[in-house]
């Protein structure tokens, strides 16, 4: 996959600095050099999913090519198969295949709460997605620094996710985390990089900490709503050994029950919190350990609790 490098120019944008990476792009901050226009460019990376991904040693906000801070999640790539799922790594054509694919869905969804792609390049025939630049902090930053959050934020990307189903533009997300949630300094909430995703539903794109089950639905989202707003509570995530063993087939038999029963047995927000409002506690458990609880749903009792609070 291409690298690219401050002070290029890439068919009329400088690069100026590097931005982030996951486990199958990096982003860079360019400039157009004639409108003055910034904006976001997108490649391929060389590490074919999150486990590949180097790990700096400290926590930090420093943005490096060399790797991430260790608190951060790059998604996996998770191919179905009838026995099952698997985790494994990207090769570069399937890396390039689904960029484009990223680049199509982007473009036909055009919401104030989804970044927008603008332009898509091709350089030395690999994909560029020139994406809208937004300024501000991920929720990752937030929750680092200890900066306040707030429940709004969360309702805005539920009420955004219900538009985009309902359009028919995005059925899901289906990588919702602190680091794809940007909360600009108006407070708007912009969301990142959607699960990448192949025909039929065959490979997509996720971060088993919050998609445990690795679902390829709208349930995806709202349990990683589920688990954000968990781990906001506690500062730490409900499952450790992710993804559950069984996740991607069809429940079936006692010992799948008794697993997943098992899966859930996290610890409840208020024993690590004790400040914990019992309204908001019930949303958190109702986002992850029950199936019929979508986004509708969601939405409702966000807006309950937020209007009593």
Not at 47 to 61: F, K, N, P
Not at 88 to 113: I, M, R, S, Y
Not at 261 to 290: A, G, M
Request: with cysteine.
């Amino acid at each position: 996959m291409m690298k690219l490098a401050v002070g290029a120019v890439v068919q009329g944008y400088r690069i100026t600095r590097f931005l982030g990476r996951g486990g199958f792009a990096s982003v860079y901050l360019a400039q157009h050099e004639q409108t003055g226009n910034k904006v976001a460019l997108k490649v391929g990376a060389p590490a074919g999913g999150g486990r590949q991904v180097t790990r700096l040693l400290e926590v930090t906000s420093r943005r490096t090519p060399e790797g991430i801070s260790p608190d951060e999640l790059p998604a996996e790539a998770v191919f179905f198969e009838p026995a099952g799922v698997r985790i494994d790594l990207f090769d570069e054509h399937e890396v390039a295949t689904l960029l484009k694919a990223e680049g199509d869905l982007l473009a036909a969804c055009q919401h104030e709460n989804l970044v927008a792609v603008q332009d898509r390049l091709v350089v030395d025939g690999n994909p560029v997605l020139v994406l809208e630049y937004v300024r501000g902090k991920t929720l990752r930053e937030k929750i680092r620094s200890l900066e306040g959050i707030h429940l709004n934020w969360f309702l805005a990307i539920v009420r955004a996710l219900v538009a985009l189903k309902q359009s028919e533009t995005l059925p899901y997300h289906g990588d919702l985390k602190p680091e794809n949630i940007i909360v600009k300094p108006s407070g708007k909430i912009v969301l990142l990089d959607p699960a990448l995703r192949g025909g039929e539903h065959k490979v997509v794109t996720t971060t088993p900490h919050y998609n445990p089950l690795l679902l390829a639905d709208s349930k995806a989202d709202v349990m990683a709503i589920g688990v954000m707003i968990y781990e906001i509570l506690t500062g730490t995530l409900p499952f450790d050994e992710v993804p559950w063993e069984y996740a991607g087939r069809q429940m079936g038999g006692e010992t799948q029950r008794l697993s997943l029963s098992y899966f859930y047995s996290y610890s409840p927000p208020h024993v690590l919190n004790p400040k914990t409002p019992e309204d908001l506690e019930r949303i958190v458990y109702r986002c992850i350990t029950v199936p019929s609880y979508g986004l509708d749903e969601l939405k409702a009792d966000l807006e309950a609790f937020i209007s009593k609070a």
